[in-house]
């Protein structure tokens, strides 16, 4: 009886880290770092996701064959040097 309550009255240690934690906390940062890249690096991938989709919503293939050439043509009258 007396070992019982001796029991009762000892200061709770914290328990310790283990193997499961540690893999947790790991899992866990390496999605932190997953998604700070990818919010980084977020801008190409959205210019394509939308030039996709605004090909995706053209009525017709020679409207969208017109926009790509009119992308084309003005893309390589920039590239192009001035003449004098």
Do not use: C
């Not at 709770?12 to 947790?24: F, H, I, S």
């Not at 700070?36 to 996709?52: F, H, S």
Request: glycine share 4%.
């Amino acid at each position: 009886m007396a070992d019982h309550q001796a029991n009762l009255t000892s200061p709770a240690r914290p328990p310790k880290l283990g193997l499961e934690t540690a893999v947790a906390l790991a899992g866990t940062a390496f999605s932190a770092i997953l998604l700070v890249l990818t919010a980084m690096y977020a801008e190409p991938l959205w210019r394509d996701e939308i030039n996709t989709l605004s090909m995706a919503q053209m009525p017709s293939l020679e409207g969208m064959l017109e926009q790509s050439a009119l992308r084309v043509v003005s893309t390589s009258l920039a590239a192009a040097p001035a003449r004098v």
